[in-house]
């Protein structure tokens, strides 16, 4: 089912919590809602759901306007963070809930009930826990007991909050594997919040960047990671450095000598210069380059990075080292930049 | 197999715990106490009341006014009860799960029968509905009775008891927070089926133990009770107004009989509150009161 949200508004007393929120999302997609705490992610997935709602805008579903449906007659599945597991209820009759929720006519017999079930528990891979009860269940366990309840109610869409948010890092990266599998055997629209970038990046079809109640970005994980639109998603969004120049008549001046920068035209005026440490060729010091001092030298992951002073007040950037040319400590070194992104500073 | 201990662990004790003799005298004071004021006394109820044998302890319980007293009270405390625990999830329900303008005022007024003496509860009810009180006029031209007489009772008897409920489940509906009822509802259930099916679930055993506490209260009240009954025999006494009277006509083994059914009430509910606390300590644990 494809959704559609637009111009969606949302403050909470005087603090806004949504600001034009734009979005249309295809039949079938798996979207990250990525962003820092109160960037208003969690709100706008609320609103979807029908938990919250907006001062303005409208959500579609399908092209049918939802915007006033509350949440029993949206037909959308909710999984939580903490699970909200019926904790007096077994796991079989947790998942059965939304079935038996139904009107008397559309409710389906108990056998067909259990038939349900016990196809969920077996497409969650925990064909035998039916009759055990959430406290007896692990945290990964019962998140996916909470995904199977959410589907037995064959939900136009799938709506995670922060579903991985409350396991344990090893569990975090198998549940990651298990929802993309997941989607790709059901198919389900599915939108999910995350404060983690790397849950983002690695499940989903596309990531929407959120930041103080705004969308910053709204591509494919390989947009989102290599051209990064603003500052923010720069530094949210992997490693990146900055270093400030200033623009005359199309040229950049890093403090009065002029470089050379990956850009074809550039606005004049102060702009901030930002760049990924992959993105940099690290090279002996020579007029036009980012000169500096190595400052110090450090693994990451298959990386290995410098770390540059550069300038008079001697700003800290990483660069990735190069292969065929050590360069030790308080050594002068010159930047090169492959590609980066320039944006002007106010004032 | 014995572990061998090496010679100098006795001479460590855990930082929290005290010396012995310490531990002893603590220890002692606090049986000595419990012992002084309250299995004492409660031991003497008991055997004041059997002092005759135990025909004439039954033969209490035969007495008209007696068993009047004692229909009353069941009769108080089954209206009081459950108004009380339809109150309590409601106020708890509110307070704990929305935001609205005046909140912490409720809050502050729900705990007001736990600052306030009951006699004086009783007296507000006097001056509100006695003959010469503020509706005296109205309700004696209506013909309607309500101080001294059954309906002033249960109206002392309300706000007696008023909190118990409500306190026990505030502070665990406030922890719960509103996530499985936002489950349930985006399951599809209405508002009536979410409250029945996770809602109640959910507070059951805090529900049942304010319930408990209320219940005794309701039957105990003496203060508030006094003020509006009228001390009317066979119509508005109460068991504890009943056990006082007779007490105040020498009738001790009366007066004391009467009392050993409140003091098994009081036992059992004890009881009844000791196993639900071992069994479901986590799900009742919230803020204990003043």
Not at chain 1, 98 to 109: D, E, I
Not at chain 2, 58 to 65: H, I, M, Q, R, S
Not at chain 2, 66 to 74: D, E, G, N, P, R
Request: charged share 20%; aromatic share 10%.
């Amino acid at each position: 089912m494809n959704l559609e949200i637009g111009g969606l508004h949302k403050d909470y007393g005087k603090t806004p919590a949504l600001h034009d929120v734009n979005l249309s999302i295809r039949s079938g997609e798996l979207i990250a809602l990525l962003g820092p705490s109160g960037s208003g992610k969690t709100t706008l997935l609320r609103i979807i759901a029908g938990l919250d709602f907006p001062k303005s805008g409208h959500v579609l579903f399908g092209g049918e306007d939802a915007s006033h449906k509350r949440v029993q007659d949206r037909n959308v599945g909710f999984v939580f963070q903490h699970y909200a597991l019926f904790k007096h209820m077994s796991v079989f009759d947790n998942i059965a809930f939304g079935l038996r929720a139904r009107p008397r006519r559309a409710r389906p017999s108990e056998a067909e009930i259990a038939v349900r079930v016990n196809a969920l528990l077996e497409l969650v891979q925990l064909p035998d826990l039916a009759k055990r009860y959430p406290a007896q269940l692990s945290g990964g366990q019962r998140q996916r007991i909470a995904f199977a309840r959410a589907m037995a109610v064959e939900p136009r869409l799938l709506l995670l909050d922060e579903p991985f948010g409350a396991l344990d890092a090893k569990v975090r990266r198998e549940l990651r594997h298990w929802l993309r599998d997941l989607h790709t055997r059901t198919g389900h629209t599915t939108v999910f919040v995350t404060h983690d970038q790397d849950e983002a990046l690695e499940v989903a079809d596309r990531v929407v960047v959120m930041n103080k109640g705004k969308i910053e970005q709204i591509g494919a994980p390989d947009e989102v990671y290599d051209d990064p639109v603003s500052p923010f998603v720069y530094e949210f969004i992997g490693e990146s450095s900055r270093f400030d120049v200033e623009v005359f008549s199309g040229k950049p001046y890093f403090e009065e000598r002029p470089v050379g920068l990956p850009f074809n035209s550039l606005q004049d005026g102060p702009q901030a210069i930002y760049f990924r440490p992959q993105d940099t060729i690290v090279e002996e010091p020579t007029p036009g380059l980012i000169n500096g001092v190595v400052r110090g030298l450090r693994r990451s992951g298959a990386a290995r990075r410098l770390e540059l002073a550069i300038g008079a007040n001697e700003r800290i950037v990483e660069a990735e080292a190069p292969d065929d040319r050590h360069f030790g400590v308080g050594q002068r070194a010159g930047l090169r930049l492959k590609r980066g992104g320039a944006f002007a500073l106010a004032g | 197999m014995t572990v061998e201990q090496p010679p100098t662990a006795q001479k460590f004790r855990s930082p929290t715990t005290e010396a012995p003799v310490v531990r002893l005298l603590l220890i002692g004071v606090a049986v000595f106490c419990m012992g002084l004021f309250f299995v004492l006394p409660m031991a003497v109820v008991f055997v004041e009341a059997f002092a005759r044998g135990v025909w004439p302890y039954l033969a209490n319980f035969v007495d008209p006014e007696v068993v009047a007293s004692i229909q009353l009270t069941l009769l108080v405390a089954a209206i009081t009860v459950p108004l009380n625990a339809l109150f309590g999830i409601s106020a708890a329900w509110a307070i704990a799960k929305f935001s609205f303008p005046g909140k912490t005022l409720l809050v502050t007024l729900i705990d007001l029968p736990f600052s306030v003496s009951p006699v004086v509860a009783g007296l507000i009810y006097v001056l509100l509905y006695g003959v010469n009180g503020v509706f005296g006029p109205w309700l004696v031209a209506h013909g309607i009775g309500i101080i001294f007489a059954v309906p002033g009772i249960v109206l002392a008897t309300i706000f007696v008891t008023f909190p118990f409920v409500a306190r026990e489940l505030i502070p665990l509906m406030q922890e719960q927070g509103v996530g499985d009822e936002e489950a349930a509802l985006s399951l599809g259930a209405s508002g009536l089926s979410t409250f029945l099916h996770t809602t109640l679930p959910n507070i059951r055993w805090a529900l049942l133990y304010g319930v408990l506490l209320c219940n005794a209260r309701a039957m105990g009240e003496f203060g508030a009770v006094s003020v509006v009954s009228g001390h009317l025999r066979g119509l508005t006494t109460t068991m504890p107004l009943q056990i006082e009277m007779s007490y105040n006509e020498y009738n001790f083994v009366g007066a004391f009989a009467t009392a050993t059914l409140l003091g098994a009430l009081a036992l059992v509910t004890l009881a009844i509150k000791t196993l639900l606390e071992t069994r479901y300590g986590d799900e009742i644990a919230g803020a204990r009161r003043v």
